[in-house]
């Protein structure tokens, strides 16, 4: 099965609010019963986390396989993505814009990433990038340009689940309630 992990990340969350949030959304985590509030050893690459709940069913689609594994809360500013692999593209928040990174043989397009790799540094660095758009000149926010198959959202909150079934939508608008009414994006991948 490998590792498998869900990341459930607020879009609207700043970097002051995070620690409130995060207890926000843990406290209706564990109210539901989807994850215990005790720290146990249960996450990969970090030393604890949250594991399931007696009620974990409630977060996903089909109860496929039962989740073994626990959840590990982010509260920092981060660059979250999808694991394995990377972006074939970017769309322009302005013009939609597409800018390939690969050609139709998979070939990398000569110097199509670096301003992307350059802003993703920034914002990490600071919390703030923009990138040109090279087809309507105009400036946009790092975080307003998507990703094929949006491979990277950037923000200071993430709710990472390891291995457990797929999240259904009606857990991610609950979760979105419990963050205030925050938008919420779901990413998925492999480790
Ligand atoms: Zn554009």
């Not at 979760?175 to 480790?191: E, Q």
């Amino acid at each position: 099965m490998g590792n498998y992990f869900q990341t459930i990340v607020d879009l609207d969350a700043v970097h002051a609010d995070t620690r409130t949030l995060a207890a926000s959304g843990l406290d209706w985590l564990v109210r539901e019963g989807i994850v215990r509030a005790e720290l146990t050893d249960c996450v990969l690459g970090a030393p604890s986390g949250h594991p399931p709940g007696p009620s974990w069913a409630k977060a996903v689609d089909q109860e496929d396989w039962v989740p073994s594994d626990g959840l590990r809360i982010e509260t920092s500013r981060t660059v979250f993505d999808c694991g394995q692999g990377e972006p074939s593209f970017a769309v322009c928040p302005h013009c939609a814009g597409r800018v390939d990174f690969y050609t139709d043989r998979m070939e990398e397009i000569e110097g199509a990433w670096e301003p992307f790799g350059e802003a993703i540094n920034v914002w990490s660095d600071t919390g703030s990038a923009a990138v040109a758009c090279p087809y309507c000149r105009r400036s946009g926010d790092l975080t307003a340009w998507t990703w094929s198959d949006d491979y990277f959202a950037f923000g200071y909150l993430g709710f990472q689940f390891w291995d457990w079934p797929a999240f259904s939508a009606g857990f991610l608008e609950g979760l979105s309630r419990a963050l205030g009414g925050h938008r919420v994006v779901l990413m998925g991948g492999k480790l």
